[in-house]
């Protein structure tokens, strides 16, 4: 792909999504038409650059689809629409690394290290068990970028490690992040598929999350690998002077963005996912300039501007097919049999369905099929109240899904992330997480429903 031609399609991304936030706020049908038609227009570029497993996924999206539209004889404007669906989510994926770009343009991140150096000299900290709380932490804000920011960290503080149960560490940290942290991708999706507030979910989320760090605890010492050497450095240069291994500005960052989020989702009739979106590009920036910062994180976010479409046209391509083959599928009485199918099959048992839908999610990963794409369906097509249940309930059974499926998938961007960090095959990690995968899953589904039988959730 040409120079040029990337920043025009990623500079297209923006306004893409630009113009869907601008209709949240002042609804438009010629809006709507027109980021509807961006979308798609995306779509198609980003299709031949895509794998083969991508390809045929996103193919059978668009043909199902499209059958259903045709047999139901929906309209023109309506299969335009459809290919907006999912820009909610899309835009998360564009505009929140503005947050990663600030915090490392301005040296919070160095900052960041450089503190964990001098705690590691004082209480002489250990690496396995610092790298999975900072992931816990910072992978609140930062998405799965943050395991390679994590992984830095740990190598310039610390002189050793065993780097493979290291990056096995922080792949389970971050999933603790999916299960209730607002600047999730998958967190987000859930609430516009099922118009909830975060609150609804969020507090039993984040017990999910509590519940899955003390297993990550009752699992830690299994961790063992075949052969993982312990990897030496020399010596890190350490700064000593506490002005300069200072955090308090990244923490104060962090607990402002995160306070602003929760104050305007309680003072405006506006999803959480639109007020993280917007915070992300509007709340660096307005750091920036209090800080006198601006020129530095300009650069950065210049450069990342006019990557966009290149770093995203898997996402794009993806979420797009998913959005439109939801749209298609709530025109069409398929729901109805899908949740009569999936009672008959649960024998009408709450339990069992939960379970069910989590090891559908988890094992459609293990081929290539994206977990936005089992939730798109279920959500939009399967009826909560055809099994008593309510949306809160079958939402959180859905975080649960992309959580434990993301965490095994070989083709799941935590984990491909992972492997890459390790410079080892992507199996190696998934062999090693299947049995406390396997326990999360089983735990988490109890819990969810000991709640549901205490009319609790």
Request: proline share 3%; charged share 10%.
């Amino acid at each position: 792909m040409t120079q040029i031609k990337e920043r025009a399609l990623s500079t297209l991304c923006y306004l893409t999504c630009v113009f869907y936030l601008v209709h949240l706020f002042f609804p438009s049908v010629w809006l709507q038409m027109t980021y509807g038609m961006l979308a798609a227009i995306l779509f198609f570029y980003a299709f031949p650059l895509l794998s083969l497993v991508s390809k045929i996924v996103v193919v059978a999206l668009i043909g199902i689809g499209g059958f259903c539209f045709w047999i139901e004889g929906a309209s023109g404007s309506t299969l335009v629409f459809s290919f907006g669906q999912n820009l909610n989510i899309i835009s998360m994926f564009l505009f929140i690394p503005f947050i990663s770009t600030f915090l490392s343009s301005v040296g919070y991140i160095d900052s960041m290290k450089h503190w964990v150096q001098k705690q590691e000299q004082k209480r002489r900290l250990r690496p396995d068990h610092t790298a999975f709380w900072l992931t816990s932490i910072v992978g609140l804000l930062l998405n799965f970028g943050s395991l390679a920011i994590v992984k830095r960290i740990i190598e310039g503080s610390f002189s050793s490690f065993r780097e493979q149960r290291l990056m096995l560490v922080i792949l389970r940290g971050f999933g603790s992040c999916l299960l209730w942290s607002p600047f999730m991708v998958n967190i987000g999706l859930i609430l516009t598929i099922f118009d909830l507030s975060w609150y609804q979910i969020g507090g039993i989320g984040l017990l999910m999350a509590l519940i899955y760090i003390f297993l990550f605890w009752l699992f830690y010492p299994a961790i063992q690998f075949d052969t993982d050497p312990v990897i030496k450095y020399h010596p890190v240069d350490r700064r000593k002077e506490e002005g300069e291994t200072t955090i308090k500005p990244f923490v104060a960052f962090s607990v402002l963005l995160i306070a602003s989020c929760f104050t305007f989702d309680m003072l405006f009739n506006v999803n959480m996912v639109t007020i993280v979106t917007i915070l992300a590009v509007l709340f660096p920036f307005l750091w920036a300039v209090v800080m006198k910062q601006v020129h530095t994180f300009f650069q950065s976010v210049i450069e990342q501007l006019f990557t966009a479409f290149t770093r995203l046209k898997q996402e794009w391509a993806i979420f797009v097919s998913a959005g439109f083959f939801a749209v298609a599928l709530s025109e069409t009485a398929f729901g109805t049999f899908a949740s009569e199918w999936l009672y008959r099959l649960a024998n009408g048992s709450v339990f069992i369905v939960s379970g069910l839908i989590i090891l559908f999610a988890v094992i459609l990963a293990q081929v290539g099929i994206h977990p936005v794409i089992v939730l798109t369906g279920i959500g939009s097509s399967i009826s909560p109240e055809a099994f008593g249940i309510s949306s809160a309930y079958l939402a959180l059974v859905l975080i649960v899904s992309w959580t434990l499926s993301t965490q095994l998938s070989p083709f799941s961007g935590q984990v491909l992330l992972s492997a890459h960090l390790v410079k080892r095959p992507a199996h190696i990690l998934i062999r090693r997480n299947i049995g406390f995968i396997f326990t999360q899953w089983v735990v988490l589904t109890s819990v969810l429903y000991g709640l549901h039988a205490m009319n609790w959730l």
